[in-house]
């Protein structure tokens, strides 16, 4: 794992082992993957403002994330079908944010079930990405289960009546491969998206399935048969995120869904400063993910206002090159990174990246 | 034709079965072609900012077009001589629009007449684009056959007072090939277009024919010898859609020719919001044209107030690969992925895609 | 000569016949040729904004210049040495301008004589560009000699205390082939320039002969020794334009000679703005060179406030593929492109290219 | 020497013969070396407006720093362990200083001794860089040593809390050659760097010798022990600078340290605006360092308000490529440039280069 330092290194490395088909679902963003592109790109037009001879005593990462301590402000999002990039999945990759002291979050769609995670990670904290479907009788037993088994909020994926369309995926016909199922659900749930239609098989498996008719409402439905906590998931504007918390909501995840739902939408981090701004005031914690590859990404999307980041990609690159262990270095690599960045920045406690840390490169396009 | 997934495998599969000289023609733009590649470029800076949790009920593309109602607010642009990439030519192009339920144009310089267009496809909604020549009886010609075969609305091209120079067409002395020749003329102004001077026969043509001296009165006079409505093709600023309007026009088509008149003009969706901008409350319809290849094009366009964008080279791409198959197809990979976009922006309705569904990328340039 | 149809086209000729020194002497810019190449750039980020249905008559490109009448408001710049392009050299220039009906500007170091030119072409519109000597008396000659031999203004270049460094001329320790001359002078002052030091050869000519210490006193005293106008060559600043007109210049052109002198300074383009703002109200007439190689830049120029600007090296581009032909062939061009652009900008006569035909393209970064 | 015209020169022949290791070492930035870049972009965003006809009579490049008189305002910047560059090390370099009348800096961590470097060349202008070790009496003994060498300066570095992470470092597991120590120290201090950790062994070394705790407090107590001015070397905020000088520093040095430090910081000549515009009014003098690579660099640097720049890498590549011979190449390289700079400018005395004389390329984005 030492030859590994950097989480391109990881993504190299992933690349190369991984199947044609699983890379490509992997890596993709919806259509011509502007986007996708652009969430990397954003992080590079702000500019962190380093502070000198601040005194540094140490270094304190640790944060809270609605009320309980994590080692880093860096949660693993949830991504599915984890098993496609190494045997053991989503345990492995729960594994790692127990060792590591991070948010574990397990996708509504994973080939590993709810109470397998829970018991491979018994201390490990653990968060539930739902897709709402429309027999509402499963949703519920979904996060019944999730509850039961410990987990301690809840994603509620805010961005998908249907799924992006991820041109990769419709040219190799993709779909989950045989000896993988849905392992949250049972019978014809769990193999029903083996019967492809055209294109991506996975699209073909939720556009039956997803709730399209979802509106906020569903937030008070979700209050009232569960006490987790409820994350929006992939809101991108200020306006939506007060309809969130208003609804309900405990905290704001900015996403675009890694850039695989609807391409010509903002980069997250470009995203992040109007949701920022429209909740200012309010006890609620906003978070985002997208393209975060680097310990300075991290710093910036905490300096605009970010309480935690999710990284998606770089646990499945982990997990592809080397299961728990992989997950692990990209997990050490952040922190590495982070530590590092918040000492040079003379901001060695994460509570003190404020916004007066950094800058866009347009306000420094005057002399 | 599944092979087919977006514009641009439609536009790879045309350019390589075409021969030179018509491939060339179709998609030269004028001189140094950096207007051409603006109108895509362009695209790129507007993002689109999608609302979560709307309550999907289904999706409505069908809109209206000066009265008439259309499947959806993309219309085939006129372009001249489409059996030099078909045999078929306007008339497959013409059936395809018909099948799918959208604005067939023919142009003046067709290959197929006014009433072999009409013959084809009799229930298709059809417009006719006009080129006014100095011989204004052989225009007043044109316009009653229109009129007569049942096409509904005049685009007068205003800004063709003599062809742009598009160099490819100089060097390969571009001309009309022999077998062909202009349908909607008898006799030599029929076959006149292959008595070719330097350079591009058709520039040739055209500078003998076409009357440069046209005013915004030409409208009055065309408002006198027909009833049809009249949208003024070819408008870049505001000041301009104001005198289209004033001097009768029923709509405004935000175009640049493609890019293939004067190079170094803006790029039509850079030039929409001047012209929205300047015909704000008045009862007039707004289109655009112009780099127009995915669903997320045509969404910034209706966002910022076009009501119907019209698409030229991809029903070009689309008969050189299948003729009215591949119009077809084309038609059906931008109704897809106009209606995802619809749903993922969260306005299923083409209706709610209002201005506040998208931002310049300049918006985005603040923390 | 048919087979060129841009400047494109006859630099990319031109640069294939001409030997390395001379093709590198001529095509260089200063050090690290930054502003050479935004003096092209530059046009590209302003746009034109083109009226339709006008009523164009005919296309006037006629236009004054300091009084006199020219079929175009492009003139050949003056360029050093141009026996190194083609035999005929400077003779062949000037007599294309006369044919053609341009301004044609002979510089002080030219290798045809101010005799030689004005015996070429005694019916050409010729002005001199003058470098002031530290020995008056050199200088008065040529400008008396000027005077006589018909010419009509002095250019009197003002950034030029001394040479740039343009670094492939030091490579190749550039200086004009032996077998020619700087024919305004005679004896030591014309062979001189052969006397290489280190580097390239005209830089250590010029440094060694030119009057570093001339003030704006030096139009006072050129007004004392001649009737001729004066036009300030070299100007990038508006405070600077004010000095030269307040010192009793006819006329500014704005000028950063050809991006050779100091890499680092505005495009042409970009500080003409400035300098036409400045002078606003003034009865002086402004000119522009530097990029221009198509007729959009010259409408770009013209709409901005230049009343003509100067083509340097298609001059030389033309000359080198073919003598006077080569030099008729890229005013043809030009004039071709420039009268296209004028109708398809719907302003047919150069006097109606104002400020509102063009944008900068900052202004069309909103919606 | 003849050969090297520009730094570029001189940077690619030393890039050649330099071993990998040390090549990287220094060549090499912060993780992803986008600031690295930056450094250099930036200074293409500014644009120098030249005056004309300003009356040069000669061109001044002396200046005084902290009261002593230097031949021009470019001084060598501190870098480490110059004897893996050549044999002499910065003995060479400092005797380069010597003859060319510029400030040489001493980097604490260096190969030739404080005692060395003040015998090799007595009548230089010597700075010292000052690390402070986490033992006082090692800082305190380094200072009254340099200050007893004749040096007339401390440069005391503010942004290294710890080494930033160069990748290829960490890859080459870089460290001193065993042949070479760190010449300032004795024993175990000299020796230990060659204890080789995980990765880069410089850091390795750094990490447990600096005084991470290090605050502003620091310049009161050197200022205890000696009589020289303080520099306060890495500032890259107004606030910070404004801070340097309350504590008590004679000036501050805008710099990234390199681009080496943390990725993703301004380029500093993008943050010198900003320390110019703080610390106005107060008699203080402001330097900066970063991607200096030519003469015009150099020029808007002090246009906006530098005393004088330092130069890091070049150094190396001239003591590279020619060790003493090759440093004086380097500096002659850069008074040459500035010479033309100056007086193609129309400011041929460095202390004419005001505010006025650029402009940031976004003042130019409008017409």
Known sequence: MD???????????????????????????????????????????????????????????KTTVLGETVSMPIAIAPSAMQRMAHPDGETANVKAAQTKGVVYTLSTISTSSIEEVAEAAPNALKWFQLYIYNDREITKKLVQRAEKAGFKALLLTVDTPLFGVRRADVRNK???????????????????????????????????????????????????????????????????????????????????HGARQLDGVPATIEALPEVVSALRGRDVEVYMDGGVSTGTDVYKALAIGAKMVFVGRPALWGLAVGGQAGVEKMLDIFRSELEYTLQLAGTPDVAQVTRDMVKHESEYAKL
Chains 1, 2, 3, 4 share one sequence.
Request: charged share 25%; glycine share 8%; proline share 3%.
């Open 3 to 61: 030859k590994y330092i950097s989480i391109k290194d990881l993504e190299d490395a992933a690349l190369e082992v991984l199947p044609k088909a699983t890379r490509d679902y992997y890596k993709s963003g919806a259509t011509d993957e502007f986007t996708l592109a652009e969430n990397k790109r954003a992080f590079q037009r702000i500019r962190i403002r380093p502070k000198c001879l601040v005194g540094i005593k140490g270094c304190e990462l």
């Open 174 to 256: 993709f779909n989950l491969p045989k000896h993988l199922n849905l392992a949250n659900f049972e019978g014809d749930m769990s193999t029903k998206i083996h019967e492809s239609g055209e294109g991506s098989g996975l699209n073909h498996y939720v556009s039956g399935l997803f709730d399209k008719g979802l509106t906020w409402d569903a937030i008070k439905w979700l209050k009232s048969i569960t006490k987790l906590p409820i994350v929006a998931k992939g809101v991108l504007r200020g306006d939506d995120a007060v309809r969130a918390v208003e609804a309900g909501c405990a905290a704001v995840l900015v996403s675009n």
